[in-house]
Nanobody
Framework: QLQLVESGGGLVQPGGSLRLSCAAS????????IGWFRQAPGKVREGVSC????????TYADSVKGRFTISRDNAKNTVYLQMNSLKPEDTAIYYC?????????????????WGQGTQVTVSS
């Protein structure tokens, strides 16, 4: 059974950076496409970024394009989300999710496994 654990969230000032990690256990992550999602208070969960199982294809929401970078290290069974130039509107709980297969998607309905989330707060 695949289990995902996010870490790296916290409080950061506007313009700052954080790197989120999504560590997998139970199975080899190399067979799974991974997505990062976020949910702000009072809002629906939205896709932030996703990466194919090989890491060869990445996708970003328009709101984070140019500021966030998704990557993965299959040898470490971990996927990362580097977040730069953070804005207050990036404040949310960030979740990683996995689905078996090569291609990644920003549609959360495709994902079978979810982490518990990590809080990111951007505030001065």
């Amino acid at each position: 059974q695949l289990q995902l654990v996010e870490s790296g969230g916290g409080l950061v000032q506007p313009g700052g950076s954080l790197r989120l990690s999504c560590a997998a256990s139970g199975v080899a992550l190399e067979y799974y496409a991974i997505g990062w999602f976020r949910q702000a208070p009072g809002k629906v969960r939205e896709g932030v970024s996703c990466i194919s199982s090989t890491g060869g294809t990445t996708t970003y929401a328009d709101s984070v394009k140019g500021r966030f970078t998704i990557s993965r290290d299959n040898a470490k069974n971990t996927v990362y989300l580097q977040m730069n130039s953070l804005k207050p509107e990036d404040t949310a709980i960030y979740y990683c999710a996995a689905h078996w297969g090569i291609l990644a998607t920003m549609g959360e309905g495709e994902y079978d496994y979810w982490g518990q989330g990590t809080q990111v707060t951007v505030s001065s």
